[in-house]
């Protein structure tokens, strides 16, 4: 069973950083590369960000290059993602998930609420 629990949501103004965290089990985290995605009320799933189970290579989606970054740290099983230069639009569930050729575990999500 894969487990993914995200922390580090909040309510912060426009301009300001969050760092996102997302836990897994040592095995979740050896065997599947990991990602970011979020969803604002009334729109679709949204990719944001995901990092390779080798670390090495990085992927965003085109509304947040530049102002965020996805990272993991195998020590601790987590994985990342700094969130910079916040915007209003922003404004969403997070959600952490793992998979191999696609993403198939899901967590609970934590909500990002940024004001203007």
């Known amino acids: 069973q894969v487990e993914l629990v995200e922390s580090g949501g909040g309510l912060v103004q426009a301009g300001a950083s969050l760092r996102l965290s997302c836990a897994a089990s040592?095995?979740?985290?050896?065997?599947?590369?990991m990602a970011w995605f979020r969803q604002a009320p009334g729109k679709e799933r949204e990719f944001v960000a995901s990092?390779?189970?080798?670390?090495?290579?990085?992927s965003y989606g085109d509304s947040v290059k530049g102002r965020f970054t996805i990272s993991r740290d195998g020590t601790k099983n987590t994985v990342y993602l700094q969130m910079n230069y916040l915007k209003p639009e922003d404004t969403a569930v997070y959600y952490c998930?793992?998979?191999?050729?696609?993403?198939?575990?899901w967590g609970q999500g934590t909500q990002v609420t940024v004001s203007s």
């Open positions: 998930s793992a998979g191999g050729q696609t993403y198939d575990y």
């Open positions: 040592e095995r979740t985290f050896s065997m599947y590369s």
């Open positions: 990092i390779l189970r080798s670390g090495g290579r990085t």
